[in-house]
């Protein structure tokens, strides 16, 4: 027999706990890469290097380059983050693409929950969750990655005063 909606475990809020799964902008980009997105490029060292050339018409380069490593295992592969520059940047170099992680439920949509049994339409929306390292939190869900919500958080659409991403760059 499955799990009704109502005795779902839930935290002082009345929201339903999730396992939190450790995602992160790593994660993120994994998923970009899986899905061949133009955000993820392979270049040359020189391509890279002629995106910071400043043109005859200009004062300041178009493009800034912010190098960050994926993670902090040893192998600690680099990748670029290219900014158009107009605005500022919300990450410093040599941060680690897996430190930004997605602690919040808003991160994710279109929700869904294995072994509930008719579940209410509010149930696919992250309004209705938090994600939880308590041991009564819910280990098997699954979501699709909130991407508007998670490039406004991180500045990378370009909003307000910051400088839109172009994409993760890797050398070759």
């Known amino acids: ?5 109502n005795d779902l475990p839930r935290n002082e809020q009345g929201l339903v706990k999730l396992s939190d799964k450790g ?3 790593l994660t ?5 890469e899986a899905h061949g997105s133009h955000f993820v490029r392979t ?3 020189t391509q890279l290097e002629n995106m910071t050339e400043v043109g005859p018409f200009q004062t300041l380069p178009s493009y800034l380059l912010m190098p960050l490593y994926e993670s902090r295992q040893a192998d600690k592969k680099r990748v670029t983050l290219v900014f158009s520059n107009h605005g500022q940047i919300h990450f410093c170099k ?8 997605f602690e ?4 994710y949509w279109n929700f869904s929950l294995s072994g509930l049994v008719d ?7 992250a309004d209705s969750y938090c994600l939880s390292a308590d041991s009564d939190a819910i280990q098997q869900w699954q979501a699709t990655f909130y991407l508007e919500r ?11 005063e910051m400088a839109p991403l172009v994409g993760f760059f890797y050398i070759k």
């Open 104 to 107: 919040h439920a808003d991160f």
């Open 43 to 45: 270049v040359t060292a």
């Open 28 to 32: 993120l980009l994994r998923m970009l």
């Open 94 to 101: 040599d941060e680690y693409l897996s430190d930004y992680r």
């Open 23 to 25: 995602d992160s902008l």
């Open 119 to 125: 579940p209410p339409k509010e149930s696919v929306y």
């Open 150 to 160: 998670i490039f406004d958080y991180y500045g990378f659409n370009g909003a307000d």
């Open 1 to 5: 027999m499955g799990m009704k909606w």
